[in-house]
């Protein structure tokens, strides 16, 4: 069974910090882009960052440049989102998602959307002003 599988949502308070973890099941993320991508309620899905599987680049969205970092643990089959200096507009059902196709030749979150193939349920993250 492929799964993703999303946790360390919670409530922060503006100026904090996240570590949000997706581990894999049924398959290794070794040949995946791995993204997060984020929505709230009367909100757009938004596409917040991705890495790639070949090289390991990254693509962020403009509004968590220099505050969000996405990292891979091959070994652990999981994905890592550290989340700095949180702001209340950053709230929302963070779901991570993979995307075999997606290289580092490709446009975020345009192509990743395209070549997106399995997603979690999310993990929520709440900040307060």
């Known amino acids: 069974q492929v799964q993703l599988q999303e946790s360390g949502g919670g409530l922060v308070q503006a100026g904090g910090s996240l570590r949000l973890s997706c581990a894999a099941s049924?398959?290794?993320?070794?040949?995946?882009?791995i993204g997060w991508l984020r929505q709230a309620p009367g909100k757009e899905r938004e596409g917040v960052l991705c890495i790639t599987s070949s090289d390991g680049s990254t693509y962020y969205a403009d509004s968590v440049k220099g505050r969000f970092t996405i990292s891979r643990d091959n070994a652990e089959n999981t994905v890592y989102l550290q989340m700095n200096s949180l702001k209340p507009e950053d709230t929302g059902n963070y779901l991570c998602a993979g995307a075999k196709e997606y290289n580092s030749g490709s446009s975020f979150p345009e192509d990743f959307y395209r070549y997106l193939e399995v997603w979690g349920e999310g993990t929520l993250v709440t900040v307060s002003s």
């Open positions: 049924g398959f290794t993320l070794d040949y995946y882009a």
